[in-house]
């Protein structure tokens, strides 16, 4: 019996953008008008937990009112032909709700909580998140995201499952954010790799067997299937 091809894919910002969920930073560094260090690090969460809950809550309410887009819908259909493993560094949750069966989230989940004194200890979570929210431990809850600073848990598994790939695809990443970045060195040699990014910051000269797709995520996916098939 015919083994179906590993496709592992990567993605970040870019994939959700045609969704209409903003791209992590913008220019200026800032995350909807505030500073990483304020919403988005341990030490921002111990000045101010009241500024960060309310942040990531505006962030899941907006998360609510989106759908996935083309996108993710025809990432979802790879699995008819490949088995396809998606690890993604979005903490949306548009590739499950589009159907994708093996989604690794590097960076967290905003529909997800977690205690602040028991990692293990995760909560599925769709409603505004308080001071005073708290785990069957009585410890506050933070939001279930990986923070700057913070171990990725999940980074071994993701290298593991691009350690295994027969075709990587990187789509709407800067591969810039590390150590998430580093998992273009994880697959075999001569693996084939497609980079899809309307700004690419990589040259094919960079890596052996690296094809790049210098489009949008949707239009970009429909180019790849096209090779593929």
Not at 70 to 90: F, G, R
Not at 99 to 109: C, D, K, Y
Not at 194 to 220: M, Q, V, W
């Amino acid at each position: 019996m015919n083994h179906k091809k590993r496709i592992v894919v990567l993605t970040g910002a870019g994939m959700s953008a045609e969704s209409g969920i903003k791209t992590f930073r913008d220019a200026g560094g800032l995350w909807e008008g505030h500073s990483i260090e304020e919403v988005a690090t341990p030490q921002g969460w111990e000045r101010n937990p009241k500024l960060v809950l309310e942040f990531y809550n505006q962030r899941r309410k907006q998360l609510l009112e989106v759908q996935p887009n083309k996108a993710h819908y025809l990432l979802h259909s790879l699995e008819d032909k490949y088995d396809v493993n998606i690890i993604t560094q979005n903490v949306d949750d548009l590739h499950e709700r589009a159907g994708s069966n093996n989604v690794l989230h590097l960076h967290g989940e905003l529909r997800k909580v977690r205690s602040t004194t028991d990692e293990s200890l995760v909560y599925d979570w769709d409603t505004d998140l308080h001071l005073g929210d708290l785990c069957k431990n009585n410890s506050q809850l933070r939001p279930h995201i990986v923070w700057f600073g913070e171990a990725v848990p999940n980074l071994l598994i993701a290298e593991d499952i691009t350690q295994k790939a027969d075709i990587l695809i990187i789509i709407g990443t800067s591969m810039q954010v590390y150590p998430a970045a580093n998992l273009i060195y994880a697959v075999k040699s001569n693996t084939p790799i497609y980079f899809i990014d309307p700004k690419p910051n990589i040259a094919e000269s960079h890596f052996d067997n690296l094809t790049i797709i210098p489009d949008s995520a949707t239009n970009g996916i429909e180019k790849l299937i096209q090779v593929l098939n």
